[in-house]
């Protein structure tokens, strides 16, 4: 079963940064849709953005829009998440996942079934 693996998470004062890394054991996702998520105590997973197969489409949520920026490197199975500006609200465990289908995209986390373990990312105010 592919697996995968997130690092990089840590904390941050805010307005600080941080790159998060995901690294899938195979390759398995080069045509798939990968997402970020995360999830704050007593809160719904909410989705952060994602990155299409090829990596010519992005999306973000509004909340990070023009603070974090996603891609991707095919050849090394990994997709990253750099977060620049962190604010106190970004405070969550964030995860990496892989659409469940090949060349389809979106938000909802319905739409993907292979999770990372997560990596926990804390900012100070």
């Known amino acids: 079963q592919v697996q995968l693996v997130e690092s990089g998470g840590g904390l941050v004062q805010a307005g600080g940064s941080l790159r998060l890394s995901c690294v899938a054991s195979?390759?398995?996702?080069?045509?798939?849709?990968m997402g970020w998520f995360r999830q704050s105590p007593g809160k719904e997973r909410e989705f952060v953005a994602f990155?299409?197969?090829?990596?010519?489409?992005?999306y973000y949520s509004d909340s990070v829009k023009g603070r974090f920026t996603v891609s991707r490197d095919n050849a090394k199975n990994a997709v990253y998440l750099q977060m620049d500006n962190l604010k106190p609200e970004d405070t969550a465990v964030y995860y990496c996942?892989?659409?469940?289908?090949?060349?389809?995209?979106?938000?909802?986390?319905?739409?993907?079934?292979?999770w990372g373990q997560g990596t926990q990312v804390t900012v100070s105010s």
């Open positions: 996942a892989a659409a469940r289908s090949p060349r389809t995209a979106g938000i909802s986390t319905s739409l993907y079934d292979t």
């Open positions: 195979e390759r398995a996702f080069s045509e798939h849709t």
């Open positions: 990155i299409t197969w090829s990596g010519s489409a992005t």
